[in-house]
């Protein structure tokens, strides 16, 4: 009875030192934080907004009545109102906005209703786009995007020799941009556009009135 008890108590101590060596063998569950990323920036949505800048071009008078060259220049400042939709790192947008105009030039070195005394004056007085927009917002935050579309705009023709003749014409515009997330919901852009409103004619004086600018405008965006 003694030698089953004294064996016993060996194996009960062996065991006891076998234990921590065992344990140590035992793989263990490593643990780790949950990392917390920020979402990105959500480019998708409405926006209405302001937008102002300067514009500067040329506008040619050929025809029988004579020929002339001005070189319009002025401000211009007016509404925006569009629609984005992000896909990945891929922003498509809808844009369209109506700016009044004061960009003018007139000349007087020309020939016939150009030459001599006021010449003639090239005037556009308001000028509306819409656009396509495509940007790339793998910088979170920020939005450098190309644009093209539709221009319309009032083109005022002032000859020194009869009346004033304005017109409405349809034309094209192309131009890119960057644009930055302030917050939430505001956005503030540059851009440059290049517009042509074709030709215009002016039947009071027998010519054609081409209207080209560029323009470059800043803007601040809501987003809804």
């Not at 009545?65 to 790192?89: D, E, F, M």
Request: charged fraction near 15%; glycine fraction near 16%.
């Amino acid at each position: 009875m003694k030698r089953i008890t004294m064996t016993m108590v060996v194996g009960l101590f062996v065991a006891a030192m076998a234990a921590p060596s065992f344990a140590a063998d035992i793989p263990r569950q490593s643990y780790k934080a949950p990392v917390y990323s920020v979402p990105g920036y959500s480019w998708t949505g409405f926006y209405a907004g302001i937008n102002g800048g300067y514009g500067f071009g040329k506008s040619d008078w050929s025809g029988i009545g004579g020929t002339g060259s001005t070189s319009p220049k002025g401000a211009l400042a007016g509404v925006t109102l569009g629609y984005n939709l992000q896909t990945g790192s891929w922003v498509w947008g809808l844009e369209g906005d109506f700016d009044y105009s004061w960009v003018k030039g007139s000349t007087a070195a020309g020939t016939g209703v150009c030459g001599g005394g006021a010449g003639c004056e090239t005037r556009n007085e308001w000028l509306g786009t819409a656009r396509a927009r495509l940007g790339y917002a793998g910088w979170d935050r920020w939005l450098p995007f190309i644009t093209g579309g539709a221009a319309y705009g009032k083109v005022k023709m002032t000859p020194n020799l009869g009346s004033v003749e304005s017109k409405n014409k349809f034309g094209w515009t192309a131009g890119a941009g960057i644009e930055y997330a302030l917050m939430t919901n505001w956005t503030v852009k540059a851009e440059y556009l290049y517009v042509d409103l074709g030709n215009a004619e002016c039947s009071n004086c027998g010519t054609n009135v081409t209207f080209k600018e560029n323009l470059v405008r800043a803007g601040l965006n809501y987003r809804f």
